[in-house]
Structure formats: C-alpha cells, structure tokens
C-alpha cells in the first residue's frame, strides 16, 4: 500500500473530527508563536533593559514575558487535550469499522488471515495509528511551525548567520529520507514477527493439555526461544537504526550552532551585531536545532507508526465480502430430497494439493434423521461446511429444497440451518449471552436448553 492511500485513510477519519483538529491547529500556533516572541523580548530585555540601563523597559519586557508563558502554558493544555482526545475517538473509529468489516468477510478470508494476526492489527497496530496522528499533527506540525518562524527571525538578525546554519539541510533531508525508508523495512518486519510470536503463545496455551500429555514442555520452550530470540534481533536492529540516525543529526545540527556562534561573537567583537541580536539568533538557532531534532526523532519512529497503519488498513481493503439479503429461500419441495449433493468436489484453498471431496452424492429426504461416518480427514465436516456456504464447491451443486444454493445468499441458508461443532466455541460471556447467539431471544431459553440445573450451580447463576 502506498503511503499516499494510508495519508488518504488517516485524513478521512480526521475529517469527521474537524472541530477539534480546528481548536488543535489554533493551540498548536499559539504555541510555537508564544515560544518564538520569547527570543524578541530576550533581545530587547538585553539592549534596552540591561545595555540600556532602563529599569522601566525591564519591568515591562518580564511581564511581557510572563503573560507568554501562561498563554503558552494554556495552549499547551489545549494542544495535548484536543490532540490526544482525537486521537482516542479516531481510534475507536477504525477499530470498530475494521471489526465491522472483518466479519463481512467471506468465510474462505480466515484461512489466510490468522486470528492472532487479526488481534495484533486491532490492537498493537492500532495504537500505531493513534500515535501517529498525535506525533504528525501535534509534534511535527508545531516543530514546523517552529522551524520555519525561527529561520524567519534568524534572517532577520542576520543574513549571514542564517545562510550559514543553513548549509547543513540539504545533507540532512537527504539523510532522513535514505535512512527512514531502511527503518520502514525493518519495522514492517518486526510487527510481522510480532504477530508470528503471539499466534505461537495462544497455540501454546490453547493446547496445554496436549503439551503436557506428551511431557512437550521442554521442546515448546526451545522453539518458544528461537522466535522470541528471531524478536529481539529485528527489534534491536531498529533501534539502532533509529539511535544512530538521531544521534547523527542532533551532533550534526549542533555542530552547526556552535560554528555560527563562533561567527556571531566575532560580529559583535568588530561591532557589527549588537549582543541582544546574538543573544536572540542564538535562541532562534536552538529552537529551529530542537525543532529538526524533535521531526527527526518522531520521524524514525514515524516509519514504524506507517507499517503499522499499512497492516491495519490492508484489512480494509479486502473486498471479499459476503453477499447479504433479507428475502426468504423458496420452499419449491419439488423432490422429497430436502438436501442433496450432485458430483460435489471440494479442495481447501490453504490445501489445493489434495482433494477433500471427488464427485460426491448425497441425498436426505425429509424427516430423515442422519449420521455421516468415517475416518478423520474424510471430508465428514466438508460436508456440512458447503451446506453452511463457508465455502463454494469446486464442482458439482449442493441443492436444498430443489434450491442451487450458488443462488442462494449465505445468511438465508444459515437461518434455516443449526449448526453444533464437534468442540462447541464459549464465549467468555454469560451463557444467555452464548445462547443467544442462535438468534433465539426468549425467557425460556434456560427451560428449552434444559440446563436449569447446570446453571444453578454456577456462581451467581
């Protein structure tokens, strides 16, 4: 996925907050306006103040200097309230479309999509998301404005300084974008082995009886510590990818500073810069050095952030989705055969090596009652999967009440059918709640499923 169509993604759930990015933008410029008026009233406190000798000037530039720092500490709530709080809603936004639209899917999409994988995207991933809004919106932007506001101010002090400090941002842009391109890599990486690692965990605990039963401890341990180890590698190579890449622009950009301050004092030594203009570069110098410092940190993890987000929106791009309708199966009964199977042939898409199913026939007629039998991996369940519509048939018809159920939605199929697997999923839920999942919303719920007595048992029923 580009990274064009994850900005696109980001700046639509943005839009739909635009009162809060508005108050965001406005606290973040009354922001960084508030810390640049610092360096003109430090300049004129220095020439007017103290080389003026001008004790009014000094009283009136302190408060001056006060009524900013309590506007920049007001706007400075604002900012991180807004921002933050944006963030959080937008968050909620994806997760629960994302979450909508996973279970529109076709039901052959969970083949390839893993659930511990679905898990790391909606949660680890998508925390990604949120701090990339925070660091892109609030961090970048107010350092830019930072920026941009202190080379401004530092050509107005002076020309020759500015083209000096200057010299060092065409090698650092090039920098940046070669280096934050090898850290994206290696990011998309490690979330990948993440995820490799959390699916490897919920196996684990998932079959613990298996584990035990077969004293596999000491084997789950050794491969346990391959991945983990496999982990540990990528995550290292990425902060040190990240920590050289910081460290180099920060000793590149101070190097800078420290070069136009020797100039700097050698003007104000033949008298060609007066010590306040010094003093307020030096100040305008700084802030745009901490304010590249500041991009540069938040875009080295920026990059991982954008691995992140391309997983997550990835899983909005699957359009294989699940045709829905309302209207009811007609109930031609031509045939006593209420289900039948005509030369049905089946291979599971994670399996296409070998042939679940080859030109089955089956036929229940009504009132029939049926038990299919056979060795495991003999296609019993196939069976009643392609009579679900979880999957197509590669060949051949499955037909109900004379109906071809290729013209027929799956969730009409599914409301006359229920479905009871080998190893029934509970829902970490109440058991009504379990219950009611059949679509069967009654007060007699506990009386029909005859586990009255299960139920008194249990704790607080």
Known sequence: MSNRKIFSYILQYLLLHRSRLIIAFISIATVSGSILSLGVAVKTMIDKGINGHDINSLNHIILYILILVLLLGFASFVRSFCINSM?????????????????SLKFPEFEHLGANDIVTRL????????RMIIDIISFCLRNTLMFIGSIILMFMQ??????????????????????????RGVAREVQGEESSLYTYINETFSGIKTIYAFNAQTLKKRDFAGKSGALLTLSL???????????????????SVLFVIWVGAHDVLAGRLS?????????????????????????SEFWRCLAGAERVFLL????????????ILPDTRQSKKIIEFKDVSFTYPSRPEREVLSKLNLAINAGEFVAIVGPSGGGKSTIVQLLLKFFESDNGSVLVNGVNLSDVTPNQ?????????????????????NLELSGVISDDIVKITALGEVIERLPEG
């Open 87 to 103: 963030g959080e809603k937008i968050i909620d936004d994806i997760r629960r479309k994302t979450y909508g639209h996973l279970l």
């Open 123 to 130: 949660s680890s991933d998508l925390s990604l998301i949120s």
């Open 158 to 183: 002076s020309s020759k300084l500015s083209l000096i400090a200057l010299m060092i941002v065409p090698i650092l842009l090039v920098f940046l974008s070669r280096l934050g391109k090898k850290i």
């Open 237 to 255: 190579k990425r902060l040190s990818l990240r920590s050289v890449f910081f460290a180099l622009v920060i000793t590149s950009i101070m190097c």
């Open 275 to 299: 010590s306040g203009a010094l003093v307020s570069f030096i100040f305008y110098a700084i802030s745009a050095a901490m304010s590249v410092g500041g991009i540069a940190e938040v875009a």
């Open 316 to 327: 909005l791009e699957n359009n294989n989705i699940e045709a829905q309708s309302s209207s």
């Open 413 to 433: 199929i599914r409301s006359f059918i229920s479905y009871v697997e080998q190893d029934p999923y509970i829902f970490s839920t109440s058991i009504r709640d």
